[in-house]
């Protein structure tokens, strides 16, 4: 091979290792962030019964701490209609991001939460009374109750709208502009693809060999996978354990560490299987024999 052919195939290989280093985080992004079934089955890990308890505890007076068992109770036999109103919302949220919906509109309605709260916590004052209650008349416990209700449910909405209309102005703009960024996102995603599929079929043109071609691809799609995959190394061990919050519920501190981990865990298996690639290719340029002609 002449030294200009070398010297276009080594061009066109830095071109393929560069895109292969972008298009990694791009295929991260689109298999992440940008994908409504990772959120769902991420927000699915996540302990709702602790997280909505602790919101509403912090609501409850400190003479009713009676309350807590039952709110605990009721929030536990709700969990799975909660999750599955929040996976809706989810769904439609990113239906208008990606541009598959022209508008957005979705609503998480608390009202069961809030009624089932109030049938139960009802149930256990007028049945079990707690010592401070004991005492008082039929009319001052429902009193009571009624006053405590409302100081809890006042903090809890009875839904939680997302659209245009309900939404300030500037988070509006924000997310216009991330419909428009997501927009260009997926243009550069399937370009670079393109873009891609065109060096390699540069370098096989200029090579024009089976062993040539296949130990420069395997070369270059080798050298990506393991520094890709020696940065993720890098990057799990050392960068992920400190962003991990510290200080907060244990239950939210192990679940993010999680979610950080599952974010970079398709672009580990993308470089594994560049990896594996750049090695079978690299063996089949070494064990490849041209047929022969003979005379």
Do not use: H
Request: charged share 15%; aromatic share 10%.
């Amino acid at each position: 091979m002449s030294a200009l052919k070398k010297f276009a195939v080594s061009i066109l290989s830095l071109f393929l290792f560069l895109s292969l280093s972008v298009f990694g985080y791009l295929f991260t992004l689109n298999r992440t962030a940008l994908n409504p079934d990772f959120i769902v089955a991420e927000l699915g890990k996540l302990d709702v019964a602790a997280l909505v308890k602790d919101l509403v505890g912090s609501q409850i007076p400190p003479e009713a701490a009676f309350v807590a068992p039952v709110s605990d109770s009721t929030i536990k036999e709700l969990e799975p209609r909660l999750k599955e109103q929040a996976d809706t919302v989810i769904y439609a949220g990113y239906d208008y991001l990606l541009g598959k919906s022209q508008d957005l509109n979705a609503t998480l309605s608390l009202e069961p939460l809030k009624t089932k709260l109030r049938d139960d916590l009802k149930t256990a004052i007028s049945q079990s009374p707690p010592s401070q209650l004991a005492a008082m008349t039929p009319a001052a416990r429902e009193q009571y109750f009624n006053q405590l209700y409302q100081q809890i449910s006042a903090e809890i909405p009875s839904t939680f709208e997302i659209s245009k209309r309900s939404l300030p102005s500037n988070v509006a703009v924000a997310l216009e502009q991330a419909r428009l960024w997501i927009n260009y996102y997926q243009m550069a995603f399937w370009g670079l693809i393109v873009f891609m599929v065109l060096l390699v079929a540069g370098i096989v043109l200029i090579i024009r060999e089976v062993r040539g071609s296949t130990r420069s691809l395997g070369s270059t799609f080798l050298a990506y996978g393991i520094l890709e995959y020696a940065a993720l190394v890098v990057i799990k061990y050392v960068a992920l354990p400190q962003l991990a919050p510290t200080g907060s519920a244990g239950y939210l501190e192990t679940w993010v560490a999680q979610l950080l981990r599952d974010f970079i865990a398709p672009l580990e298996m993308f470089s594994l299987g560049f990896i594996a690639a750049g090695i079978v290719m690299l063996i089949v340029s070494f064990v490849y024999r041209p047929a022969t002609s003979s005379d």
